[in-house]
């Protein structure tokens, strides 16, 4: 080999051993990755629970007719306001045949036994006048004949009222259907000519109109499972409705449900709250509002957002990296308060104005030269 070539591919090895040294140097100058950061700062955290539902009336009653026929006439609308005794509506009395015929029977069978009462009493009494018969004996026919006048009126009423509705058209007649509280009308749900069910021990009966007192509403919604153990009687509500965007109401929760309804897989409880209801704002029944319970609230608390927390694999215990240097960072235990599902309390861990890293990369600076 002359030295020529020999002095060649010493050439070529030292070019060789350059570039790989230029690309070792490349690699190895390439920038780290950045990471921006968030202070840790002092706020409010209010942790509150959001519960859908609706609002009603305290109390609604239902007014349903003691006997049964056809709506003759209705006296009045829904949203009229009713005082106890205001007439409602009236029925047409439409006798069952058979109850009218063993009434009538009744009738008849109690004339004839008092015609017979009497002939035997008419008899007795002449003789008791002349002497002939004992006091004690006419005294016997007499309270027979009393009791016969008796059992005539009373089959001669229970006829009239299976055929009229009245006896001898009283004013307090089960065909004239009168409100039993005083408020509002929210629903008359019959019409006239519809035929309609006397209420009994054997059927609820056909509802004539529903009574309700406006100025006393409820706030009335379900709670997840999740939350109700959180809740206490007698805690705040802030009401919203859906009809009244601008209006706010307060409430107080005054009842939780014992017993959860399972829907959709998830169990709810019902809640209620008494309203405090205002003359400037006229809430209708039904109207849907959304309750806003504050379960915990802390002022002024050190906290950062949730979704900068790290929680260790096998402890399972948060943690954040905190910047220590120019995109150097290091690891800090935290102990956590209350959240609101976007801020968390720092109880211990982390002081004011301490930068945490975010896992969000910044796009990689490129230097084209």
Same mark, same amino acid.
């Given at each position: 080999m002359n030295k020529y070539v020999k002095y060649g591919l010493i050439a070529l090895a030292i070019i060789a051993i350059l570039g790989?040294?230029?690309?070792?140097?490349?690699?190895?100058?390439?920038?780290?990755?950045?990471?921006?950061?968030?202070?840790?700062?002092? @706020?409010?955290?209010?942790?509150?629970?959001?519960?859908?539902g609706k609002v009603i009336p305290?109390?609604?009653i239902e007014i349903k007719p003691q006997i049964s026929g056809i709506i003759e006439k209705v006296y009045l609308e829904e949203g009229a306001l009713v005082k106890a005794g205001d007439l409602i509506a009236k029925i047409k009395i439409v006798p069952n045949e058979q109850s009218l015929n063993q009434a009538k029977g009744r009738v008849r069978?109690?004339?004839?036994?008092?015609?017979?009462?009497? @002939?035997e009493y008419n008899r007795n009494k002449s003789l008791f006048d002349k002497g002939v018969i004992s006091s004690q004996d006419f005294n016997s026919l007499q309270l027979q004949f009393d009791q016969a006048k008796l059992e005539l009126q009373n089959a001669q009423s229970d006829y009239q009222i299976i055929r009229k509705g009245s006896a001898g058209g009283s004013s307090s007649a089960n065909t004239n259907i009168r409100a039993t509280v005083s408020g509002t009308v929210l629903e008359i749900p019959v019409e006239e000519g519809n035929q309609v069910i006397q209420s009994n021990n054997f059927n609820d009966g056909t509802t004539i109109a529903t009574i309700a007192d406006m100025s006393?509403?409820?706030?009335?919604?379900?709670?997840?499972?999740?939350?109700?153990?959180?809740?206490?009687?007698?805690?705040?509500?802030d009401i919203s409705l859906g009809a009244l965007e601008k209006a706010k109401f307060d409430a107080k929760l005054k009842f939780i449900a014992p017993k959860g309804t399972e829907e959709e897989g998830a169990v709810q409880f019902k809640i209620e709250g008494d309203l405090v209801m205002t003359d400037t704002l006229y809430?209708?029944?039904?109207?849907?509002?959304?309750?806003?319970i504050v379960l915990e609230e802390k002022k002024d608390v050190l906290a950062i957002k949730e979704a900068l927390l790290q929680f260790d694999k096998e402890t399972e215990k948060p943690f954040v990296e905190i910047e220590t240097a120019d995109?150097?960072?290091?690891?800090?235990?935290?102990?956590l308060g209350i959240s609101d599902g976007i801020f968390v309390e720092i109880i211990s861990g982390l002081e004011e104005n301490t930068k945490v890293k975010v896992w969000n990369e910044l796009a990689e600076k490129e230097n084209n030269n």
């Amino acid at each position: 080999m002359n030295k020529y070539v020999k002095y060649g591919l010493i050439a070529l090895a030292i070019i060789a051993i350059l570039g790989a040294i230029t690309v070792f140097i490349k690699k190895n100058n390439k920038p780290q990755k950045a990471y921006e950061t968030e202070a840790v700062e002092k @706020i409010d955290i209010v942790n509150q629970v959001i519960v859908t539902g609706k609002v009603i009336p305290e109390d609604e009653i239902e007014i349903k007719p003691q006997i049964s026929g056809i709506i003759e006439k209705v006296y009045l609308e829904e949203g009229a306001l009713v005082k106890a005794g205001d007439l409602i509506a009236k029925i047409k009395i439409v006798p069952n045949e058979q109850s009218l015929n063993q009434a009538k029977g009744r009738v008849r069978n109690a004339d004839v036994a008092l015609r017979n009462v009497e @002939i035997e009493y008419n008899r007795n009494k002449s003789l008791f006048d002349k002497g002939v018969i004992s006091s004690q004996d006419f005294n016997s026919l007499q309270l027979q004949f009393d009791q016969a006048k008796l059992e005539l009126q009373n089959a001669q009423s229970d006829y009239q009222i299976i055929r009229k509705g009245s006896a001898g058209g009283s004013s307090s007649a089960n065909t004239n259907i009168r409100a039993t509280v005083s408020g509002t009308v929210l629903e008359i749900p019959v019409e006239e000519g519809n035929q309609v069910i006397q209420s009994n021990n054997f059927n609820d009966g056909t509802t004539i109109a529903t009574i309700a007192d406006m100025s006393k509403m409820i706030f009335e919604g379900e709670v997840d499972e999740a939350e109700v153990g959180k809740l206490k009687l007698g805690m705040p509500l802030d009401i919203s409705l859906g009809a009244l965007e601008k209006a706010k109401f307060d409430a107080k929760l005054k009842f939780i449900a014992p017993k959860g309804t399972e829907e959709e897989g998830a169990v709810q409880f019902k809640i209620e709250g008494d309203l405090v209801m205002t003359d400037t704002l006229y809430v209708r029944a039904g109207y849907s509002a959304n309750a806003a319970i504050v379960l915990e609230e802390k002022k002024d608390v050190l906290a950062i957002k949730e979704a900068l927390l790290q929680f260790d694999k096998e402890t399972e215990k948060p943690f954040v990296e905190i910047e220590t240097a120019d995109n150097e960072f290091e690891r800090k235990d935290l102990e956590l308060g209350i959240s609101d599902g976007i801020f968390v309390e720092i109880i211990s861990g982390l002081e004011e104005n301490t930068k945490v890293k975010v896992w969000n990369e910044l796009a990689e600076k490129e230097n084209n030269n």
